[in-house]
């Protein structure tokens, strides 16, 4: 098995068709079946609130969870959540008790495990829940005091983690527990570099490996029983030494290759990450908060890609535009050869040919920032687009000339960088700040 294949069946997850972010390890955001956006006609179902939405799995048919944390950037102490959520009206239908997260603010994650239960990372919380209550049957403490992004199960049914750091921050914790006492497994493994990307993992016939992005590097760990050791082999400088660029956000894995974006660390991004807790005040940076800000550098958004056999690295600068930034990872679709990359800061939405070097086939004057999904039976991509009206729409998009197959308001007036979710009966899933939506197509 390679990592060209798509995402399959993973041992350590709950039998699901999305039971975690990006539907699976390598991060392919793929979805089974067509979406068919443009012979269908688009319904949405709105919940607003005051959560910050950060994604939508699903456990059984039908059994779809949303999990989140609090926008408390002042006041009252923030905390981790989750719901589990009826997916035709988004009513809530049992709620978790208030997650303790350290304090922090910033966007963790959940998933739907072998073992039962729903996962839920936090700030510097790890937490496993009853799958119908939501109850906390284990809590633990995570031994970074730092905010966490990213969870991930591995084959064996262990959990893996990271901290969030960011250049000249020290060394990024990587975490093991055990999905059921949630016991931390052997020595955390603490990098050379700061990473500020979620790990992603390759389970192939040789073995299970964890990508992480560093600050200058991409990283390969290899998992050894309750060991991680990192492949001191395998460890290319996707950053130049001299490049006015940012760091990586996630990688996707695609046709033996990580594809990532960098200029990731906008202004935003820094600022929450500076500050300690993470993502705390005591006054509101008010619209020092906004991804709109301009890019702390001069360099034009580049999508990278990586081969893992030999660790060479080829980038493309799709916009050519000065200052790009972007606060989510690009998505390479095999089936059509195709990768696609945005640039949020300066707009603009790309899709990149791949078969042989890196090369731009189409463009559209949108502006995304969150995690897509993809549809490549149908050749469709699903992504926001944040209008200078203020309005943040899903549009559809044809993967292989760039048309805009359908544009549909979801009533959320906040863009950010969360997670699309490929839902049932062609729909997706949408979270953003005070805002999630179903969108539906029939």
Not at 43 to 62: C, F, K, Y
Not at 138 to 149: F, G, I, K, Q, V
Request: overall charge negative; charged content about 20%; aromatic content about 6%.
């Amino acid at each position: 098995m390679t990592a060209r294949d798509r995402e399959h069946p993973h041992p350590g997850y709950w039998p699901s068709s999305w039971p975690v972010e990006c539907g699976g390890n390598r991060r392919q955001k793929s979805a089974a079946g067509r979406l068919d956006a443009a012979t269908g006609t688009a319904s949405v179902v709105t919940r607003s609130d005051e959560l910050w939405h950060v994604m939508a799995i699903e456990r059984d048919p039908g059994q779809w969870y949303i999990g989140g944390t609090m926008p408390a950037f002042t006041g009252p102490p923030p905390h981790g959540w989750v719901e589990r959520i009826d997916t035709n009206t988004l009513e809530t239908l049992a709620r978790s008790p208030e997650l303790p997260c350290g304090d922090h603010v910033w966007c963790g994650a959940i998933l739907a495990h072998a073992n039962g239960s729903i996962m839920s990372v936090n700030g510097s919380y790890l937490h496993r829940l009853d799958p119908d209550s939501l109850e906390v049957l284990a809590e633990a403490e995570l031994p970074a005091d730092r905010s966490h992004n990213g969870l991930l199960a591995l084959a064996d049914g262990s959990l893996i983690t990271k901290d969030l750091r960011l250049e000249g921050q020290g060394g990024t914790t990587i975490t093991r527990l055990d999905p059921n006492t949630l016991d931390i497994l052997g020595e955390p493994l603490v990098l050379s570099e700061g990473s500020m990307g979620r790990i992603a993992s390759d389970l192939t016939a040789d073995g299970e490996a964890v990508y992480v992005p560093g600050t200058e590097h991409m990283f390969r760990l290899t998992i050894d029983g309750d060991t991680m050791a990192v492949d001191a082999q395998w460890q290319p400088r996707y950053r130049g030494a001299n490049a006015d660029t940012g760091l990586a956000w996630d990688s996707c894995i695609s046709d033996d290759a990580a594809w990532v974006m960098d200029c990731g660390d906008i202004e935003s991004v820094r600022l929450i990450h500076h500050t300690e807790p993470n993502g705390r005040w005591e006054r509101h940076p008010g619209s020092e908060l906004s991804w709109r800000r301009p890019a702390p550098w001069d360099g034009a958004q580049r999508l990278i890609r990586i081969d893992f056999s030999t660790g060479e690295v080829n980038d493309i600068a799709p916009f050519g535009v000065p200052g790009g930034g972007i606060i989510a990872p690009p998505v390479h679709v095999p089936e059509h050869d195709i990768a696609v990359a945005w640039d949020s800061v300066n707009g603009g939405l790309a899709g990149v040919r791949t078969s042989g070097d890196l090369e731009l086939a189409w463009q559209l004057d949108v502006r995304p920032s969150m995690q897509p999904v993809v549809y490549p039976e149908s050749g469709e991509l699903v992504i926001n687009d944040f209008t200078e009206a203020g309005s943040d729409d899903l549009i559809v998009v044809d993967l292989n000339t760039g048309e805009l197959l359908d544009r549909v308001e979801t009533g959320s007036t906040i863009a950010n960088g969360m997670f699309l979710s490929a839902g049932p009966n062609r729909s997706v899933f949408y979270c953003s700040t005070l805002t999630v939506a179903r969108v539906s197509w029939a």
